[in-house]
């Protein structure tokens, strides 16, 4: 909101003051001599002539005195008297540091279950997928959304998009070898062809992978909402090689992190037992760096990802994802 700007004041001459006959009884008037008679004409003569020229420059000269007028300083609030102190100046914002390592999500405890089961499942054709995802999708919203409202943060659904081969984004070409997330126009994108190859060889497997790919990229949708990603990408321009892949390392097991909350929050609806359970542990125990081809150490290697995503299922609370606080050997 822009600040209030007082009015100027109206100026005003004041009316020349005529004077009262004074009270009490009247006395008998004198005759006038010729030579006071004169004086006293001569006198009313120069009082007219002021008083009409005050006259002329209160009417003739508005514009001008207008001009001249002192105008009332801008100030937030109106002030009755001026004062000699310094105008205060507003608050400063949060440094990119404040923001990755004290969000306000850490602070909302764990967060609420959407209480939704896992939609149908069979990834057989690009539609059947997209509506997996489609069904999945409002479920992480209803979480997240009250979260967010808790944390007194920003929310918006995030897009859904299920692709095949190549398919140009804001962030660039997707090339069908993993789902990413693009906060450009807050859309994931997940490709077609890898969740039907990991139907085909082990289904249970490939629901293991869907749901905690989906939930991962909806972390780096957190991420984005509460600025922890544009801070997080703010602090990497100024660090070394190394620093920087320490920083994306940061960034990526924190989605994860955030992924597994919601998992571990929905497990009693999802649900998450049995086989599922089951296989969605062996999963985070082989996912990281370790199996990426070719190999770059930006992701978080096996034992750190099986380490966030547990501590995030089990403690179900974006606080036990602050990896900007961590020391670097548990985001290796």
């Known amino acids: ?23 009490g009884r009247r006395r008998k008037k004198k005759k006038l001599t010729r030579p006071i008679l004169i004086g006293i004409v001569v006198l009313a003569v120069l009082v007219l002539g002021t008083g009409i020229t005050l006259i002329v420059r209160s009417i003739g000269g508005g514009e001008a005195e207008a001009k001249q007028s002192p105008t009332a300083p801008v100030s937030q609030t109106p002030s009755e008297t001026p004062s000699s102190s310094p105008t205060p100046t507003a608050p400063r914002g949060p440094t990119v540091d404040e923001v990755v390592k004290g969000s306000r999500l850490y602070t909302i405890g764990p967060v609420a279950a959407s209480k939704c089961a896992e939609p149908p499942f069979a990834p057989v054709t690009v539609p059947a997928a997209q509506q997996y995802y489609n069904r999945l999708l409002p ?76 939930a991962h990229e ?44 919601y998992l571990g929050a929905n497990a009693a609806f999802i649900p998450m037992s049995g086989p599922l359970l089951a296989n969605w542990k062996v999963l985070i125990a082989h996912m990281g760096d370790d199996y990426a081809r070719p190999r770059v150490h930006d992701h978080g290697n096996r034992v750190s990802n099986y380490q966030w995503s547990i501590t995030g299922y089990n403690n179900k609370k974006p606080d036990s994802c602050n990896t900007f606080t961590a020391a670097d050997v548990r985001v290796n």
């Open 1 to 23: 909101m822009g600040r209030p700007v007082q009015q100027a004041p109206t100026w005003q001459y004041p009316p020349i003051p005529i004077p009262q006959p004074p009270g």
């Open 139 to 214: 479920c992480l919203n209803r979480t997240w959304w009250l979260a967010m409202k808790k944390a007194n943060l920003p929310f918006r659904n995030p897009k859904a998009v299920v692709y095949v081969g190549k398919l140009s984004s804001p962030c660039g070409m997707q090339r069908s070898v993993r789902a990413a997330y693009c906060p450009a126009n807050e859309t994931i994108y997940l490709p077609f062809t890898v969740d039907n190859k990991a139907y085909t060889r082990n289904p249970v497997y490939a629901r293991a992978i869907m749901l905690n790919t989906f």
């Open 218 to 261: 909806y972390g780096h949708h957190l991420q984005k909402l509460s600025g922890i990603l544009a801070s997080s990408l703010t602090r990497q321009k100024s660090m070394s090689p190394n620093q920087q892949l320490t920083e994306s390392r940061r960034r990526e097991l924190q989605a994860t992190c955030l992924g597994a909350v």
